[in-house]
């Protein structure tokens, strides 16, 4: 994913899934100078500061399950 693209996603009104080495992440903050992001795994709730390009948007999430 690219820096921009992660910022449009962590900005919007809508809820876009994105994960991080296959598990569902709520992006916190962006370093776009870094190119780095802090996100949040969705199932244990810690925080992790990962690489932007390891990102992987899929898609918007219409209703929970």
């Given at each position: 994913m690219h820096a921009n693209r992660a910022e449009e996603i962590m900005k919007s009104a809508d809820v876009i899934g994105v994960q991080y080495r296959n598990n569902a992440v709520w992006i916190d903050n962006i370093d776009?100078?870094?190119?780095?992001?802090?996100?949040?795994?969705?199932?244990?709730?810690?925080?992790?500061?990962?690489?932007?390009?390891r990102l992987v948007e899929t898609g918007p999430v219409t209703g929970r399950q």
């Open positions: 776009k100078g870094r190119n780095t992001a802090y996100v949040t795994y969705l199932e244990k709730g810690n925080t992790v500061h990962v690489s932007i390009d």
